[in-house]
C-alpha cells in the first residue's frame, strides 16, 4: 500500500510538472509577463554556445559550472523544454529520495509520505523546476550524499560532494558536520554504521537544546584527538580530487575567464536589485565603490560564527544540522534571491517526523509569518522594479523584517526538534575487553 501510494504521489507529481511547462510554453508566447525563469534563458545560450564550440562565458551572466551548460546542449537539438524536464526529474528523485533517508531512519510510512507531499505539492518547489531552474539537480545530489552516508558508502558520497561543490559552492558549509560524523565510533573497517531507529528517538529536545551545551568541549576533544581517521582522510581526498578535476578541466578550457564567473564571483557578489538582503541597502549606496576589508569581515563574520555554533550542537544528527546551517547561511548571506530558499526546502522533509511543532497553530503561524515577510518585501520590490518609486529605505526595512521572521522560524524550529543522531556507537574490540 505504501508503495503504490508513494508511487502514485511521484505519477500525479509528474504529470503536474509536465502540465506546467507546455503551460508555460503558452504563456511565453501568449502573455507579456514570461513563465520561464530568465537562468534558463541564460543556460540555453550557454549550451547553445557550447554546441557551437565556443565557451558558454561568451553569454554574459552565466556565472555557472560549465556542465549546466554541457547537460542542456540537448536544448539546440531536440527541444528547447528539455531542461525543464531535466530539472523537474530531479525535482521528483528529490521526492523519492526524501523517502529513501526516512525509510533508512525508520520513519513510519504515513509520516514518510506527509513529509514526502510537503516537497512534491510546494507550490514554490514544483514551480521552480518547470521555470527552468537549475537548482533541483543541486537538491537531489545533496540528498543522495546524505543517502550514501546513511548507508555508509563513503566512497560514492565523497564523489558526489566533490562534484556538487564543483557545480555550487555553497555545500562546502556542509564538509566540517560531514568530517564530524565521520567518527571512529560510527566508522569501522569492515561495518556499516548501525542507525538509530525513528521509534527509539529521545524526547528531551528543550533540555537538549539548551544554549549552555551549544559547544560540547568533550567532542570537540575527541574530535582533534582523532581527526585523522581513515574515513575523515579517504573522504576529503577523494571529493577534493573529484572538484579539482573538474575544476582543473574547465580552467584548462576555459582559462580565468571560467574561475571568475563560476566560482569567485559567488565569493565576492554584491547585488543591489532582486536582494533580499539586510545588507541591501549599504550594498546600493557603495556599489560603485570596492567595500574595504573591515566591510567584507563583519558581513561575513556573524554568518562564520553561526555556522560554527550549529555545527558542533547538531552535526551528529546532520540532516537536521545541514537544515540550520542552510537556512543561517541563507538568512545571513549578503546576496539573497527567491532561488535560495529550495535549498533548505529540500532537506525540511527530513526533520520533521522529529520535530514537536503542532501545524493548527504554531506552525501555521510560522508560515503565514515568513509568507507575509516575504510579501511585504516582493511589494516594496515591485513598486522600486516596476514603478520606479524611491522606496529604498522601505525595501530595507522589508529585508529587516524578513530576516527578523526567518530567525525567529528558525529558533523556533530548532527548540521544537526531538535532536536525534543519526548512528549508534558501534562496539569495538577495546569496549567490548573493558566490560
Not at 40 to 57: H, N, R, W
Not at 163 to 180: C, Q, S
Not at 268 to 282: C, E, K, L, V
Amino acid at each position: 500500500m505504501g508503495v503504490l501510494n508513494i508511487r502514485s504521489l511521484i505519477i500525479f507529481s509528474a504529470i503536474l510538472r509536465v502540465f506546467l511547462i507546455v503551460y508555460g510554453e503558452w504563456q511565453d508566447t501568449h502573455m507579456e509577463v514570461r513563465y520561464t525563469d530568465v537562468d534558463y534563458l541564460v543556460f540555453s545560450d550557454a549550451a547553445a554556445l557550447v554546441v557551437a564550440g565556443k565557451s558558454p562565458y561568451k553569454r554574459s551572466t552565466y556565472r555557472y559550472s560549465p556542465l549546466i551548460a554541457y547537460i542542456l546542449t540537448p536544448n539546440s537539438f531536440i527541444h528547447r523544454s528539455w531542461g525543464k524536464f531535466l530539472f523537474s526529474a530531479s525535482d521528483l528523485l528529490v521526492g523519492y529520495f526524501i523517502r529513501i533517508i526516512l525509510k533508512l531512519r525508520g520513519v513510519p510510512e504515513n509520516l514518510s509520505i506527509y513529509s514526502v507531499i510537503v516537497w512534491l505539492f510546494n507550490p514554490f518547489t514544483f514551480t521552480i523546476g518547470t521555470r527552468g531552474n537549475c537548482e533541483p539537480i543541486i537538491c537531489a545530489i545533496i540528498l543522495w550524499i546524505i543517502i550514501c552516508l546513511i548507508r555508509g558508502n563513503l566512497f560514492q558520497g565523497a564523489v558526489w560532494y566533490g562534484l556538487v561543490v564543483h557545480m555550487r559552492i555553497y555545500p562546502i558549509i556542509y564538509a566540517l558536520p560531514i568530517v564530524l560524523i565521520l567518527d571512529p565510533n560510527h566508522f569501522q573497517p569492515g561495518k556499516k554504521p548501525s542507525i538509530i531507529d525513528w521509534n527509539s528517538r529521545q524526547h528531551k529536545s528543550n533540555e537538549n537544546l539548551g544554549l549552555s551545551k551549544l559547544f560540547d568541549l568533550n567532542r570537540l576533544w575527541v574530535l582533534f584527538q582523532s581527526i585523522f581517521t581513515r574515513p575523515r582522510i579517504l573522504f576529503g581526498l577523494i571529493s577534493a580530487t573529484i572538484f579539482f578535476f573538474f575544476t582543473g578541466t574547465f580552467f584548462y578550457l576555459y582559462e580565468w575567464e571560467f574561475m571568475h564567473e563560476a566560482l569567485l564571483y559567488h565569493l565576492t557578489r554584491t547585488d543591489p536589485r532582486h536582494n533580499f538582503s539586510i545588507y541591501f541597502y549599504h550594498i546600493y549606496l557603495n556599489y560603485e565603490r570596492e567595500l574595504s576589508v573591515l566591510e567584507k569581515l563583519i558581513s561575513f563574520l556573524p554568518q562564520l560564527i553561526v555556522q560554527i555554533v550549529l555545527i558542533f550542537r547538531f552535526a551528529q544528527d546532520f540532516p537536521f544540522c545541514f537544515f540550520v546551517q542552510t537556512v543561517a547561511f541563507v538568512a545571513f548571506n549578503k546576496v539573497i534571491t527567491a532561488q535560495y530558499f529550495v535549498w533548505f526546502f529540500c532537506l525540511l522533509p527530513l526533520i520533521l517526523p522529529w520535530s514537536k511543532m503542532k501545524l493548527k497553530w504554531e506552525g501555521t503561524f510560522c508560515i503565514l509569518l515568513w509568507i507575509g515577510a516575504q510579501t511585504h518585501w516582493l511589494f516594496w520590490g515591485y513598486m522600486l522594479e516596476f514603478k520606479g518609486k524611491q522606496v529604498f529605505l522601505q525595501l530595507w526595512a522589508a529585508s529587516l523584517l524578513f530576516f527578523a521572521a526567518n530567525i525567529y522560524v528558525l529558533i523556533t524550529i530548532i527548540l521544537r526538534h526531538t535532536y536525534s543522531p543519526v548512528f549508534k556507537h558501534l562496539v569495538t574490540s577495546h569496549s567490548q575487553k573493558t566490560k
